[in-house]
């Protein structure tokens, strides 16, 4: 099946500080990958669609300059935290799909901790 | 905006005991999507239902998708431990201009005690 996954599985930062998480489809193609914030016990947070060569579409309450997304591949997408607060520490989740939004694979999670 | 309204929150029942999660979208949808999450894991994708009235079985589970294709249910068959889980369902509908979004639900938390 299709396997999607994401470095680091977790990281911790000092506050002000940037992380770049990396979401990788291994064996298959994802024109389009998808990043959700998700709080414990709670559900699922889009935060942005990545296409790839184009610019990402953040959702609504999503500040695009705090989270820079990069879709440089098929097979690659890229996620940003900039200059990082403890109030972004959350499990982030990407997720690719093999058809635009048919069924989507996720990735195993990133754990950030801002400290 | 496009609203998917998962209910119960969670659920906690005795090994062997039924369980049903329901999904209500504010809008008709194309399809509709059901994903597991075991404690600590990520979402896993199970199903996903496009017809009005579509009734799919995966084993021990059983998938529903309303006939006005706004509404969806899961129902699993006496419940083992591996069951447990948050179970999530998500909706794709036209989010205007040609473009659909997947929305997906609250999820609901299944316990099962042994």
């Known amino acids: 099946g299709a396997v999607v996954s994401q470095h680091p599985s977790w990281v911790i930062c000092k506050s002000g500080t940037s992380v770049k998480i990396e979401c990788r489809s291994l064996?298959?193609?994802?024109?389009?990958m998808f990043w959700y914030r998700q709080f414990p016990k709670q559900s699922l947070m889009l935060m942005a669609t990545?296409?790839?060569?184009?610019?990402?579409?953040?959702e609504q309450g999503v500040e695009k300059d705090k989270f820079l997304i990069n879709h440089a591949s098929l097979t690659l997408s890229t996620l940003t935290v900039t200059s990082a607060h403890p109030e972004d520490s959350s499990f982030y989740i990407c997720?690719?799909?093999?058809?635009?939004?048919?069924?989507?694979?996720f990735g195993p999670g990133t754990r950030l901790t801002v400290t | 905006g496009q609203q998917v309204m998962q209910i119960p929150q969670c659920q906690h029942v005795q090994e062997g005991e039924d369980f049903t999660t329901y999904c209500n979208s504010s809008?008709?949808?194309?399809?509709i999507q059901w994903y597991k999450q075991r404690p600590g894991g990520h979402p896993v994708f199970l199903i996903q239902?496009?017809?009005?009235?579509e009734v799919k079985k995966q084993k021990r589970l059983t998938f529903q998708f309303g006939e006005a294709k706004k509404n969806s249910s899961l129902h699993i068959t006496a419940t083992q431990t591996t069951d447990v889980g948050t179970y999530f369902c998500?909706?794709?509908?036209?989010?205007?201009?040609?473009?659909?979004?997947?929305?997906f639900g609250k999820g609901t938390l299944l316990t099962v005690n042994p």
């Open positions: 990545s296409n790839e060569g184009s610019k990402a579409t953040y």
């Open positions: 997720s690719a799909s093999l058809a635009g939004v048919g069924e989507q694979y």
């Open positions: 239902l496009v017809k009005s009235g």
């Open positions: 998500a909706g794709l509908g036209n989010s205007g201009g040609g473009n659909y979004k997947l929305t």
């Open positions: 809008t008709t949808l194309s399809n």
């Open positions: 064996d298959f193609q994802a024109t389009t």
